[in-house]
């Protein structure tokens, strides 16, 4: 374990096998082009809190800070309620505001927690954009912020939703089912996960998995994800799932009459610790790939280059373009690093299992709790001012960018 974590600090790819398998050895470099602020339309109040102010520590304190600033920004702020409350017995709340003009020909819909409990740093972001970006947006522009779209993986510390459901790829294969990875159920079973605790068990199996295909390979048929374990990893989940259904309804209403449309989708858990990539899922010879690439000046990463970011066959925001009729679609995601992974790779089969088969509020349930969600949410005032600073900066680009669109 020292090793990897020696390796990854060199940034060099790291091929040891761990029970776990699960999180890939890899830690990124990037060339962070275009770190300097350009100012483009957008303007930056000089009275603002503190960045960390934006930030929170749980899903309800997310929903009345990003309600708060958009009251002070006399935005009006739509509430859709989760079926289901958080631990406490809060409320679940999708908070959904729109920055600019009601029928601007031009939209920029960004996301928090499509992953559920990595939706802190995006909420944080959305909440300084509301409460920053009151005005002179670009002409014939506005932004629609939908604040913490599977709110009860922020308050129950999963990236899924309340039936494990993946959100981001339901979105992606909810009405194309893709084809089973026949190495998935080899890795399930394996996995074990109903017994992910049992002192019996061993690691034979998984290690003669991982000598066999390479850890890579294991990760990869993973990560794609599956349909047909509900109390599996990586559950695409059967037709629309909740925040899919709350999704496809706010772009119907919000994004009626749009002709650019483009998509910032905010994740956590891959990159340079801070920094955000930015991705786009759209064929890398496609034009809107080689759009992002242009308004990104090359600074993009393409999915597919490592086992943990898979290529998917379309972009999960496609589906715009079919419920929108006449509009046109690019889409990002913007994936903020936070540890390297090679350090915490059982934490993701560990937090299911204490969710799907255990209790996740017993002590060692909790304790495995806390560090799946600082790998996702690293809570420190210099990573959430980074996340800030940088998701204000892509916000910009992507702005600067659909004004020549
Ligand atoms: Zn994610």
């Known amino acids: 374990m020292l090793e990897d974590a020696r390796a990854a600090s060199k940034g060099q790819r790291s091929t040891s096998v761990s029970p776990g398998f699960l999180v890939p050895c890899v830690w990124l470099h990037s060339t962070h082009a275009n770190r300097s602020l350009p100012h483009v339309g957008v303007s930056i109040l000089a009275d603002s809190p503190p960045v960390r102010e934006y930030f929170s520590t749980n899903a309800s304190e997310a929903t009345t ?69 009151r005005a002179l947006l670009p002409p014939d522009t ?170 998917h066959p379309r972009t999960p925001y496609g589906f715009i373009e079919n419920r929108i009729p006449g509009a046109e679609v690019t889409a990002t995601i913007l994936e903020y690093g936070t540890e390297p992974p090679e350090i915490t790779r059982d934490l993701f089969p560990a937090n299911a299992h204490y969710h799907l088969y255990g209790n996740p509020r017993s002590p060692e349930g909790l304790e495995v709790g806390v560090r799946y969600r600082r790998f996702l949410y690293p809570e420190t005032d210099p990573w959430k001012a980074a996340v800030w600073t940088r998701g204000l900066e892509v916000v910009t680009i992507v702005l600067r960018g659909m004004s020549d669109w």
């Open 142 to 311: 506005s932004i629609i912020l939908v604040h913490l779209l599977n709110p009860w993986g922020v308050a129950w510390n999963r990236r899924e939703d309340h039936e494990n459901v993946d959100v981001f790829r339901n979105l992606l294969y909810h009405d194309h089912p893709s084809t089973p990875d026949p190495l998935f159920d080899e890795i399930d079973a394996a996995l074990d996960l109903p017994h992910w605790t049992d002192p019996a068990r061993n690691d034979d199996t998984r290690q003669a998995l991982a000598a066999r295909y390479g850890v890579d390979r294991l990760i990869a048929a993973v990560r794609r994800g599956q349909h047909h374990k509900p109390r599996g990893l990586s559950y695409h989940g059967q037709g629309r799932c909740w925040s899919t259904k709350v999704l496809h309804d706010v772009v119907d209403r919000y994004l009626a009459g749009a002709r650019r449309v483009a998509v910032i989708d905010t994740h956590t858990g891959f990159g340079p610790h801070g920094h955000g990539l930015v991705m786009s899922y759209d064929p890398p010879g496609s034009v809107q790939h080689q759009r992002v690439s242009r308004w990104m000046r090359g600074d993009l990463y393409t999915p597919g280059s490592d086992a943990d970011i898979p290529a």
């Open 65 to 133: 800070k990003f309600g708060a600033a958009c009251t002070a920004a006399k935005v009006p702020v739509e509430s859709i309620l989760h079926p289901l409350t958080a631990p406490d017995g809060s409320p679940l709340v999708v908070s959904i505001a729109r920055l600019g003009a009601l029928d601007a020909s031009r939209r920029l819909l960004v996301l928090s927690a499509v992953h559920g409990v990595e939706g802190f740093a995006g909420a944080g972001v959305q909440t300084g954009l509301a409460d920053q970006t």
